[in-house]
């Protein structure tokens, strides 16, 4: 299994700000997805970063908000930018087990931010 | 478009009880993959089932079940004898083929809350 960690673990943020999140994997992977968990709700999808092509945006998200790179096949920041109370949630990457989407994702232990 | 429903929002048991969540799920693709996760209140994400659209049977694997049936559109997880530790977030998750330029994704159900009281 891939081991995912995430900088920062939290951060409290105020409104208008920006925050860059890291994630690190420790394996070279072509795939990486990027979720936000709004409080006490599911996962959904923010984008999907492959290296060495632009990041592909879910619907409700744009690359303006939710910038995002993907320099080298371990690595990937998502920014939130120009933030507001209602960012306030915990944002995930994940990678899924080599062969693709269709095995399981290995997810990172999540982003708790917090925007004042 | 691929959705995921978990009717059941927050489930209390006592230990030692069996307890079901259930999973329902719709798409138009015939190959497809269902997925468990556990959320516990740590907040990590871990991995607990894979199943694909070809393969019916039934999975055990220590207190854990799933049922799978394809005519109802359900896969249904079971905790046999619940722990105090089985307290989590369960999602229940689709992969599809997203419509933006054909990349592939996990589709979420919004998760069970279960809380196993002593």
């Known amino acids: 299994s891939a081991v995912i960690s995430q900088k920062p673990s939290r951060d409290i943020c105020q409104r208008g700000t920006s925050l860059t999140i890291q994630c690190q994997v420790d394996?070279?992977?072509?795939?990486m997805f990027w979720y936000r968990q709004q409080p006490g709700q599911s996962l959904t999808l923010i984008a999907t970063?492959?290296?060495?092509?632009?990041?592909?945006?879910e619907s409700g998200f744009v690359i303006d908000k939710f910038p995002i790179s993907r320099p080298n096949l371990t690595f990937s920041t998502l920014t939130v930018s120009n933030m507001s109370p209602e960012d306030s949630s915990i944002y995930l990457c994940?990678?899924?087990?080599?062969?693709?989407?269709?095995?399981?994702?290995?997810f990172g232990p999540g982003t708790r931010l917090t925007v004042l | 478009a691929q959705k995921v429903t978990q009717a059941q929002t927050e489930i209390s048991v006592v230990e030692k009880e069996d307890v079901t969540l259930d999973c329902v799920y719709e798409?138009?693709?015939?190959?497809?993959?269902l997925f468990w996760y556990k959320q516990p209140p740590s907040g990590e994400l871990v991995f607990l089932i894979r199943?694909?659209?070809?393969?019916?049977q039934n999975e055990i694997s220590g207190r854990y079940s799933w049922n799978f049936q394809k005519s109802t559109s359900s896969f249904n997880f079971t905790i046999t004898a619940s722990q105090v530790v089985d307290s989590a977030v369960y999602f229940c998750?689709?992969?599809?083929?997203?419509?933006?330029?054909?990349?592939?994704?996990?589709?979420f159900g919004k998760g069970t809350k279960l809380t196993v009281n002593p």
């Open positions: 970063a492959n290296q060495g092509s632009e990041a592909t945006y």
């Open positions: 798409t138009r693709d015939t190959t497809y993959y």
């Open positions: 394996s070279q992977v072509t795939m």
């Open positions: 994940s990678v899924p087990r080599a062969g693709g989407i269709y095995n399981e994702q290995f």
């Open positions: 199943r694909n659209s070809f393969d019916e």
């Open positions: 998750a689709l992969s599809e083929m997203s419509g933006q330029g054909g990349s592939e994704k996990l589709v």
